[in-house]
């Protein structure tokens, strides 16, 4: 079978399609025929070896977020059959220490990541833990189960577990035009929130006001932060969703009300920032970090789409597994909306 292999960090020239064994499932595993795996930021860090942060294991197959059909089961799996359509979570952990029965997988000592370091979705086919395979609800196609997976999985963690949003309140959503801004703008307004929204070209503030946000704003302009809190009569927002990092958060602690909180889940503009302690311990600015949601939650965002009760990820693009390069590349350029996919 054909899968896209990493032997080396680099440019997008370093992705390259091999023929590879077929999988065979072990003990309590499946295998699952890739039908659409989602292009992730992540990938490119990996790739480039971002501040050798990640531990990639080379070569690697890139890539999770995958949706596909269960093609075989192993010994000892129950409840999972040939032909079930499947999302499969890309997180991999013991499932016995306290951490994982708690939910709290990604602090397991066994944790692992599908692309990082166990083989990744740019593939036909790809084997995993049963206990990784969630059902997805019939109204669910694959390729919008893999668009959401992850982002709407982090998105959820963050306004609820995390932020602990509440209907009524504003919310300010950066870089509207991302997998987790537009996951963050369909939750909130599910949750009955008024959103803000902040993208770089008119014709994704136009999208941004399609998708349901009350305003969208210029974050390429100077002063962006007192934009927002005109457009709440001055107070400014109660929450803000970032993962942006140093190129938004000047300006978002400035769009934040008194008593506001800020959800960080990333940095992709950089990690540092300067804060000006005495206005946030004055204003009572709760800022909170945010990782990886439990099964539990992801359950609950297919649930969710399922039912119809929020919207679906917007695709930009949905190109062949040999496209991988190209795929990475529409993703580096910020000039997308929504999800790019590699169908295998």
């Known amino acids: 079978m054909r899968a896209v292999v990493m032997r080396e960090h680099g440019g997008p020239e370093v992705l390259r399609v091999e023929e590879v064994s077929e999988p065979a499932p072990g003990y309590g595993e499946a295998v699952v025929r890739v039908a659409a795996v989602a292009v992730n930021r992540l990938d490119l860090w990996v790739r480039e070896d971002v501040g050798h942060a990640y531990g990639a294991t080379l070569p690697i197959v890139p890539g999770y977020d995958v949706a596909g059909e269960v093609v075989e089961v192993g010994e000892g799996v129950d409840g999972i059959a040939a032909g079930d359509p499947v999302y499969v979570h890309y997180d991999f952990s013991c499932g016995r220490c306290p951490y994982c029965l708690e939910g709290d997988e990604a602090a397991c000592a066994e944790y692992g990541v599908m692309g990082v370091n166990r083989p990744g979705g740019y593939v036909e086919r790809i084997v995993a833990p049963a206990r990784n395979l969630f059902a997805l609800p019939e109204p669910v196609s694959f390729e919008t189960a893999a668009a959401a997976g992850s982002v709407y999985l982090t998105a959820y963690h963050m306004l609820f577990a995390r932020a602990g949003l509440e209907a009524g309140e504003t919310v300010l959503v950066t870089a509207a035009g991302s997998g987790v801004g537009g996951a963050a703008i369909a ?80 940095a992709s503009s950089g990690p540092r920032v300067e804060l000006d302690l005495i206005d946030l311990f004055a204003r009572q600015i709760s800022l909170i970090g945010s990782s990886d949601g439990s099964r539990r939650e992801l359950w609950e965002v297919f649930r969710l789409l399922g039912e119809g009760l929020i919207d679906p990820p917007a695709i930009e693009a949905v190109l062949p597994l040999h496209e991988a390069a190209k795929a990475q590349e529409l993703l580096a350029t910020r000039a997308h909306y929504g999800r790019v996919l590699l169908a295998p």
């Open 187 to 266: 939750l909130a307004r599910f949750a009955g929130a008024r959103v803000i929204a902040t993208a770089s070209s008119a014709e994704k503030r136009e999208r941004a006001l399609d998708a349901g946000v009350d305003h969208a704003v210029d974050y390429t302009q100077p002063g962006w932060g007192q934009d927002v809190r005109r457009l709440t009569g001055g107070r400014g927002v109660d929450l803000v969703v970032d993962h942006v990092g140093a190129a938004a958060v000047p300006e978002a602690l400035t769009a934040l009300a008194n008593t506001g909180r800020i959800v960080f889940c990333g």
